[in-house]
């Protein structure tokens, strides 16, 4: 019913804690993931609900284990114990997990950013077999959570295959993907090391067809332009023809990590395959919040921003010139910590400027 009661949700934890360790396991994760879905953190039932689950763990089926896990992840909870117990339960029933029970759990571990490589390993094995079994959300986060955590197994790799088979084969339609799922699908491919052209001229062809109708948030925007960023086609140019507008739509709805997605910009675009293409207007808009939101620049969206721009003509740009002052002294803090290329790259930049 989705009602938001947030007096009641406290009170059954105020309830709930003293005789939680009469609670079984679908006691516990039916708990958690109640408090999850309403988006109700109560951080000192979570505490001891991790205190309860711990002994009694080996009691917990493929559904409670993954709702757990995931409960604990969306809260931001974290309780590093309880994560490897899940895992040492779950590697050997890995085969009675469903393909949500799958993408939930893996999605749970890289959301904590708690690294499990053997049971990422014994979750890609148990996926191939039923990738037909997975909507297009689970195989996103799946994937997602596969590229995050940097899982280089080779039934791991094997699974970005089977995705990409399973789309070009027809049946995972890509019509019933969202938004949201075809950039994260996309994107993961890239961070995996997986790029495929012929899926992503399927994404691409999916992506045109929706046209006006296109909704991105900036993050997701940055995610399937650095995906497309080195595919070139007519099906890519018009990719990038639509993020132009939806960027330039959304960029003003969405604050969150927007830095980290003007850079994903400069990158993609910039230094991609599509340079030529992109509109004034876009590149001023660009520009403008790389400068008012570089408060929040970590080093490698100092190093994207200022080598996209090097593809600009700034000779007689002074915006683009701002830029490069006002991102002078973020490039001094983190030199040192990017590649020699890159920083020698930026460094001619600023010569050529006189800005050294």
């Not at 280089?152 to 995972?172: F, G, L, P, R, T």
């Not at 899926?199 to 399937?224: D, F, M, P, T």
């Not at 023809?241 to 990590?257: G, I, N, P, T």
């Amino acid at each position: 019913m989705d009602h938001q009661h947030p007096m009641l949700f406290d009170e059954v934890a105020n309830a709930a804690i003293p005789i939680i360790d009469t609670f079984n396991a679908q006691d516990i994760a039916n708990t958690v993931n109640a408090f999850a879905k309403m988006d109700h953190p109560h951080p000192m039932l979570f505490d001891e609900v991790a205190n309860a689950a711990i002994p009694i763990i080996n009691t917990f089926e493929s559904q409670g284990l993954a709702n757990t896990v995931n409960a604990f992840a969306k809260m931001d909870h974290q309780r590093l114990m309880l994560f490897d117990e899940v895992a040492n339960v779950a590697i050997p029933i890995i085969d009675t997990f469903n393909a949500q029970d799958i993408a939930n759990t893996a999605n749970a571990f890289a959301k904590m950013d708690h690294q499990h490589p053997m049971l990422f390993d014994e979750v890609a094995k148990a996926t191939i077999p039923i990738i037909e079994n997975f909507t297009s959300q689970e195989l996103a986060n799946l994937l997602s959570a596969i590229a995050r955590m940097r899982q280089d197994s080779e039934s791991c790799h094997a699974v970005y295959s089977a995705v990409a088979d399973s789309i070009k084969a027809n049946q995972h339609c890509l019509n019933e993907a969202s938004d949201i799922d075809l950039s994260a699908i996309s994107y993961a491919f890239l961070k995996g090391g997986h790029v495929d052209d012929e899926l992503l001229e399927l994404i691409g062809i999916e992506i045109s067809c929706r046209g006006a109708e296109l909704s991105l948030g900036v993050r997701e925007w940055g995610h399937l332009a650095a995906a497309f960023k080195n595919y070139k086609s007519p099906v890519a140019d018009k990719v990038f023809e639509l993020l132009f507008r939806s960027f330039l739509e959304q960029v003003d709805k969405s604050h969150e990590r927007l830095l980290e997605s003007v850079a994903d910009a400069y990158n993609a675009i910039l230094a991609g395959e599509h340079f030529n293409d992109v509109p004034s207007d876009f590149l001023t808009k660009l520009t403008k919040l790389a400068m008012e939101y570089s408060s929040q620049a970590r080093m490698e969206d100092v190093r994207d921003i200022l080598i996209g721009a090097t593809r600009v003509d700034i000779r007689g740009d002074p915006l683009q010139r701002e830029l490069y002052t006002t991102y002078r002294p973020l490039f001094e803090r983190y030199r040192m910590d990017m590649s020699p290329f890159s920083r020698d790259s930026i460094n001619e930049t600023y010569e050529y400027l006189g800005l050294s």
